[in-house]
């Protein structure tokens, strides 16, 4: 295993401890809203203060990018850790037991290692650009349907930017109209790596941030998905807006995708 790798897992497991920990006393938990239907807490800053020691002291040249601290330069900006240190923050306040940590490292540009750890379950997502992807040390895979029927595609709804809401719920209807059934469950970074794992056949969501994207997108390509943005090209770290699932899936949610799209979402 390549150290980076190594040193993103350990990461993201420190900050996996000091979540259970928290979540087995919820009661104690401080929450702040940074805006509608936006919370942190003091679990969010403390795990993403353990993430952000772990890489320092092995790599402190490198640059940082964080959601709840921001970008960090270090000496070396080649390198930039993306981190969330908990996806999923109101399921955790509500205690409902369903979100993750979130580490990648991109080189130049290109995600290079993607970690993704769901504490509760002891789930460890892996990924290292070009090896594949791995759950707990075991290679994942993507499913291989041909189409959308009876496929179940994953989903977040765009709470925080109500203005895309119409074109949004346009997208949803053509998706659900032509498959199984839909999932709402409220971690990107899962959404993500189910994908990977093939416990969803695919995965759709507008305005994402790099720090929710970064690592579960390199886990699903390298267990085999293909991942654009909402009019299949590859603008989804910009634009936040991704579309995850095998080729023929792909191409046909794509197609289902295509006459919602507005250019601001290009
Ligand atoms: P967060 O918990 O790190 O903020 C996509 O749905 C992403 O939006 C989630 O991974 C989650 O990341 C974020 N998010 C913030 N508030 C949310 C909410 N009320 N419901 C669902 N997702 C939310
Ligand atoms: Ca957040
Ligand atoms: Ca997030
Ligand atoms: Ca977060």
Redesign the pocket.
Known sequence: MHPMLNIGIRAARNAGNIIIKAYENLDKVETQSKGA???VTNV?KAAERAIIDTIQKSYPEHGIIA?ESGITDGQNNDYQWVI?P???????IKGIPH?AVSVALRVKGKTEHGVVYDPLRNELFTASRGQGAQLNGYRLRVNKLHDLDSAIIAT??P??QKHLSENYFGMLNAIFSECGDIRRA????L?LVYVAAGRHDGYF?LG?KP??LAAGELIAREAGALVTDVAGGYNFFKTGNIVVANSHVLKVMLSKLRPHLTDSMK
Not at 86 to 92: E, I, K, R, W
Not at 186 to 189: D, E, F, I, N, P
């Open positions: 239907n936006d919370y969010d959601e969330d908990l996806d999923g923050t109101t399921n955790f979100f977040g709804l709470f925080k409220g971690s990107a970074a959404d969501e994402l720090w929710d």
